[in-house]
Protein backbone atom coordinates (compact mmCIF):
# COMPACT_ATOMS: atom_id res chain seq x y z
CA UNK A 1 0.00 0.00 0.00
CA UNK A 2 3.59 2.56 0.63
CA UNK A 3 4.51 1.52 -3.01
CA UNK A 4 5.22 4.90 -4.84
CA UNK A 5 5.01 3.22 -8.35
CA UNK A 6 2.60 0.98 -10.19
CA UNK A 7 5.37 -1.63 -10.87
CA UNK A 8 6.75 -1.61 -7.18
CA UNK A 9 3.33 -1.98 -6.02
CA UNK A 10 2.31 -5.35 -8.90
CA UNK A 11 5.45 -6.98 -8.02
CA UNK A 12 4.63 -6.39 -3.97
CA UNK A 13 1.26 -7.64 -4.09
CA UNK A 14 2.40 -10.65 -6.12
CA UNK A 15 4.59 -11.65 -3.65
CA UNK A 16 2.07 -11.92 -0.78
CA UNK A 17 -0.74 -13.57 -3.14
CA UNK A 18 2.42 -16.34 -4.27
CA UNK A 19 3.32 -16.93 -0.02
CA UNK A 20 3.09 -20.32 1.00
CA UNK A 21 1.24 -19.45 4.04
CA UNK A 22 -2.60 -19.54 4.40
CA UNK A 23 -4.63 -15.68 3.64
CA UNK A 24 -7.30 -14.81 5.30
CA UNK A 25 -10.08 -14.06 3.00
CA UNK A 26 -9.60 -9.99 3.18
CA UNK A 27 -5.66 -9.82 3.32
CA UNK A 28 -6.60 -11.94 0.10
CA UNK A 29 -8.52 -9.61 -1.35
CA UNK A 30 -6.81 -6.68 -0.26
CA UNK A 31 -3.78 -7.95 -2.38
CA UNK A 32 -5.84 -8.41 -5.47
CA UNK A 33 -6.86 -4.76 -5.10
CA UNK A 34 -3.59 -3.98 -4.86
CA UNK A 35 -2.58 -5.23 -8.03
CA UNK A 36 -5.74 -4.07 -9.76
CA UNK A 37 -4.75 -0.68 -8.48
CA UNK A 38 -0.93 -1.31 -10.37
CA UNK A 39 -3.22 -2.71 -13.45
CA UNK A 40 -5.76 0.52 -13.44
CA UNK A 41 -2.65 3.12 -12.91
CA UNK A 42 -0.73 1.38 -15.65
CA UNK A 43 -4.05 2.09 -18.09
CA UNK A 44 -4.42 -2.00 -18.86
CA UNK A 45 -7.91 -1.28 -17.63
CA UNK A 46 -9.21 -5.17 -18.71
CA UNK A 47 -6.80 -6.97 -16.86
CA UNK A 48 -7.72 -4.55 -13.96
CA UNK A 49 -11.39 -5.88 -14.15
CA UNK A 50 -10.60 -9.14 -14.07
CA UNK A 51 -8.37 -8.65 -10.99
CA UNK A 52 -11.07 -6.75 -9.72
CA UNK A 53 -13.94 -9.22 -10.13
CA UNK A 54 -11.61 -12.40 -9.34
CA UNK A 55 -11.66 -10.23 -5.91
CA UNK A 56 -15.24 -10.28 -5.38
CA UNK A 57 -15.08 -13.96 -5.89
CA UNK A 58 -13.89 -13.56 -2.24
CA UNK A 59 -16.92 -12.25 -0.47
CA UNK A 60 -15.50 -9.97 1.12
CA UNK A 61 -15.10 -5.56 0.52
CA UNK A 62 -18.02 -6.24 -1.98
CA UNK A 63 -18.86 -2.67 -2.82
CA UNK A 64 -15.10 -1.39 -2.64
CA UNK A 65 -14.48 -3.74 -4.93
CA UNK A 66 -17.53 -3.10 -7.26
CA UNK A 67 -16.73 0.27 -7.21
CA UNK A 68 -13.11 -0.83 -8.27
CA UNK A 69 -14.53 -2.51 -11.06
CA UNK A 70 -16.41 0.09 -12.29
CA UNK A 71 -13.47 2.04 -12.64
CA UNK A 72 -12.07 0.33 -14.52
CA UNK A 73 -15.08 -0.84 -16.85
CA UNK A 74 -14.99 2.76 -17.57
CA UNK A 75 -11.86 3.05 -18.30
CA UNK A 76 -12.13 0.14 -21.02
CA UNK A 77 -15.35 1.72 -22.09
CA UNK A 78 -17.87 -0.55 -20.99
CA UNK A 79 -20.26 2.14 -19.27
CA UNK A 80 -23.33 0.15 -19.24
CA UNK A 81 -21.03 -2.76 -17.31
CA UNK A 82 -19.86 -0.03 -14.98
CA UNK A 83 -23.68 1.26 -14.19
CA UNK A 84 -24.40 -2.68 -12.99
CA UNK A 85 -21.16 -2.72 -10.79
CA UNK A 86 -22.41 0.88 -8.92
CA UNK A 87 -25.84 -0.24 -8.40
CA UNK A 88 -24.16 -3.40 -6.60
CA UNK A 89 -22.01 -1.74 -4.99
CA UNK A 90 -24.87 1.28 -3.50
CA UNK A 91 -27.07 -1.67 -2.87
CA UNK A 92 -24.46 -3.97 -0.71
CA UNK A 93 -22.59 -0.97 0.84
CA UNK A 94 -23.46 0.05 4.35
CA UNK A 95 -25.33 2.81 4.81
CA UNK A 96 -22.26 5.25 5.41
CA UNK A 97 -20.82 4.30 1.81
CA UNK A 98 -24.28 4.25 0.06
CA UNK A 99 -24.32 8.25 -0.80
CA UNK A 100 -20.69 7.93 -2.36
CA UNK A 101 -21.87 4.93 -4.68
CA UNK A 102 -25.05 6.42 -6.05
CA UNK A 103 -23.36 9.89 -6.29
CA UNK A 104 -20.31 8.58 -8.17
CA UNK A 105 -23.11 6.47 -10.42
CA UNK A 106 -24.98 9.92 -11.16
CA UNK A 107 -21.41 11.43 -12.08
CA UNK A 108 -21.14 8.92 -14.74
CA UNK A 109 -24.66 9.72 -16.24
CA UNK A 110 -23.94 12.41 -15.91
CA UNK A 111 -20.86 13.01 -18.29
CA UNK A 112 -22.59 10.36 -20.40
CA UNK A 113 -25.41 13.05 -20.72
CA UNK A 114 -28.10 11.06 -19.30
CA UNK A 115 -29.50 13.42 -17.08
CA UNK A 116 -33.04 11.84 -16.04
CA UNK A 117 -30.55 8.77 -14.72
CA UNK A 118 -27.93 11.45 -13.16
CA UNK A 119 -30.69 13.40 -11.46
CA UNK A 120 -32.36 9.80 -10.10
CA UNK A 121 -29.04 8.89 -8.59
CA UNK A 122 -28.07 12.05 -7.30
CA UNK A 123 -31.42 12.49 -5.72
CA UNK A 124 -31.08 8.86 -4.01
CA UNK A 125 -27.27 10.48 -2.47
CA UNK A 126 -28.81 13.67 -1.58
CA UNK A 127 -31.68 11.37 0.67
CA UNK A 128 -28.83 9.15 2.15
CA UNK A 129 -26.16 11.76 2.07
CA UNK A 130 -24.34 13.65 5.46
CA UNK A 131 -21.36 15.15 5.66
CA UNK A 132 -21.56 15.39 1.48
CA UNK A 133 -24.50 16.03 1.15
CA UNK A 134 -23.85 20.08 -0.40
CA UNK A 135 -21.46 18.20 -2.85
CA UNK A 136 -24.72 16.05 -3.92
CA UNK A 137 -27.24 18.80 -3.85
CA UNK A 138 -24.64 21.18 -5.98
CA UNK A 139 -24.44 18.20 -8.89
CA UNK A 140 -27.80 17.42 -8.73
CA UNK A 141 -28.55 21.24 -9.22
CA UNK A 142 -25.59 21.10 -12.33
CA UNK A 143 -27.68 17.84 -13.86
CA UNK A 144 -30.74 19.85 -13.67
CA UNK A 145 -29.27 22.51 -15.34
CA UNK A 146 -27.65 20.83 -18.10
CA UNK A 147 -31.37 18.83 -18.54
CA UNK A 148 -32.57 22.50 -19.59
CA UNK A 149 -34.36 22.81 -15.78
CA UNK A 150 -34.57 25.60 -13.34
CA UNK A 151 -32.80 25.52 -10.24
CA UNK A 152 -34.80 27.82 -7.75
CA UNK A 153 -32.47 27.86 -4.73
CA UNK A 154 -28.91 27.59 -7.09
CA UNK A 155 -27.52 30.37 -5.41
CA UNK A 156 -28.10 29.01 -1.90
CA UNK A 157 -26.52 25.85 -3.27
CA UNK A 158 -23.59 27.61 -4.77
CA UNK A 159 -22.75 28.84 -1.04
CA UNK A 160 -23.40 25.92 1.05
CA UNK A 161 -20.95 23.80 -1.68
CA UNK A 162 -18.36 26.52 -1.39
CA UNK A 163 -18.66 26.78 2.42
CA UNK A 164 -18.37 22.75 3.18
CA UNK A 165 -15.48 20.78 3.25
CA UNK A 166 -16.46 18.64 0.21
CA UNK A 167 -16.20 22.22 -1.56
CA UNK A 168 -12.93 21.43 -2.23
CA UNK A 169 -11.04 18.58 -4.38
CA UNK A 170 -13.89 17.32 -6.59
CA UNK A 171 -15.97 19.92 -5.64
CA UNK A 172 -14.43 22.83 -7.13
CA UNK A 173 -15.47 21.10 -10.53
CA UNK A 174 -18.96 21.37 -9.70
CA UNK A 175 -18.67 24.79 -8.39
CA UNK A 176 -16.54 25.59 -11.40
CA UNK A 177 -19.57 24.63 -13.74
CA UNK A 178 -22.09 25.98 -11.41
CA UNK A 179 -20.46 29.41 -12.00
CA UNK A 180 -20.07 28.61 -15.72
CA UNK A 181 -23.89 28.27 -15.80
CA UNK A 182 -24.26 31.67 -14.11
CA UNK A 183 -22.03 33.22 -16.50
CA UNK A 184 -19.84 34.18 -13.61
CA UNK A 185 -16.69 33.17 -15.56
CA UNK A 186 -14.09 34.60 -13.48
CA UNK A 187 -15.23 32.31 -10.78
CA UNK A 188 -15.94 29.78 -12.59
CA UNK A 189 -12.09 29.88 -14.14
CA UNK A 190 -10.41 30.13 -10.28
CA UNK A 191 -12.55 27.09 -9.29
CA UNK A 192 -11.93 25.18 -12.57
CA UNK A 193 -8.47 26.01 -12.51
CA UNK A 194 -8.12 25.06 -9.47
CA UNK A 195 -9.88 21.35 -9.61
CA UNK A 196 -7.46 20.81 -12.81
CA UNK A 197 -4.35 21.46 -11.10
CA UNK A 198 -4.68 19.92 -7.96
CA UNK A 199 -6.43 16.86 -9.83
CA UNK A 200 -2.79 16.42 -12.44
CA UNK A 201 -0.74 16.61 -9.54
CA UNK A 202 -2.73 13.81 -7.22
CA UNK A 203 -1.91 10.14 -7.39
CA UNK A 204 -2.53 8.37 -10.98
CA UNK A 205 -5.54 5.96 -10.28
CA UNK A 206 -7.21 9.56 -9.08
CA UNK A 207 -6.57 11.35 -12.23
CA UNK A 208 -7.57 8.40 -14.11
CA UNK A 209 -10.52 8.13 -12.55
CA UNK A 210 -11.20 11.91 -12.91
CA UNK A 211 -10.08 11.75 -16.83
CA UNK A 212 -14.10 12.75 -17.94
CA UNK A 213 -14.45 15.73 -15.55
CA UNK A 214 -10.69 16.62 -16.13
CA UNK A 215 -11.65 16.98 -20.10
CA UNK A 216 -14.94 18.46 -19.42
CA UNK A 217 -13.37 21.03 -17.69
CA UNK A 218 -10.51 21.89 -19.95
CA UNK A 219 -13.57 22.25 -22.61
CA UNK A 220 -14.90 24.69 -20.24
CA UNK A 221 -11.81 26.94 -19.65
CA UNK A 222 -11.12 26.55 -23.55
CA UNK A 223 -14.84 28.23 -23.95
CA UNK A 224 -14.10 30.84 -21.63
CA UNK A 225 -10.40 31.84 -23.19
CA UNK A 226 -12.09 31.86 -26.62
CA UNK A 227 -14.83 34.68 -25.86
Not at 60 to 86: K, P, T, Y
Not at 109 to 122: D, S, T, V
Not at 137 to 145: E, P
Not at 173 to 180: M, P, T
Request: glycine share 6%; charged share 25%.
Amino acid sequence: MAARTARSRARWARKGLATRAPLDKTTHAMLLRQLYLSLYEECRFDRALEVAQQALELGVLSDVLHQDAARAALGAGAIDQAVVHLRTAARRGPPSRRPFHLWTLGSVFFLAHRYAEAAAALERAVRWGTRDKPLYRAHLALVRLAAGQRVDDLQATIEDLAAAPCGQGYGRFVLGHLAYAAGAWQIAQRFLDAFVQRTERSRPALALALAGELEMSRATLAKMASN
